[in-house]
């Protein structure tokens, strides 16, 4: 319904502020990172989603960026966590961060969140998990795949030792020594 807005804040609340765009103010919950980067009167852009509850106000919430909503989005299909719990989890770690909790298990460490306890945390995992790594496979690039099963590593053996590694960014040659490095080490 809301997908994106750009405007100028015109205020700051405790978890949101006004968005003016044109002559209109949008109230929007938004992580608390970001709440603390924005000043009065800074123009900014928001990745929005909108939620109707069965009962009570539709709530507008703003994203910096499209992952944080995706992520948002995936957090409140999760049973028995709310968007206030999801936007908890957005204001206290970056994407990237909670992706690499989430991947490696860490219920410990997502459980000191605000609002989350450890079965809450290890339901989230248990849920998102497999997404995420689903999502990190797809990152992959093909030219790492060949070069790496050329060397003799078969294509399980690749998808478990890059399971969570970032590998964006990287140039082909740097992507093959972090994949060595993974390889090498799981081998001996």
Known sequence: MIDYLKGTVFRKYGNALSLLCGSVGFKVLVPLSLLSEVEEGEE????????????????LYGFKSEEERQIFRELVKVPKVGSKVALSILSHMEPEEFKRMVANGDAESLSRIPGLGKKLSERIIGELRPKIEEESLKRIPSELYEVLTSLGYKKIEINRALKGINLDGLSINEAVKVALKRLSGSRF
Not at 44 to 59: H, N, Q, S, V, Y
Request: charged share 10%; glycine share 6%; aromatic share 6%.
């Open 44 to 59: 900014i852009a928001l990745f929005t989603e909108l939620i109707i509850p069965p009962e009570g106000t539709p709530t």
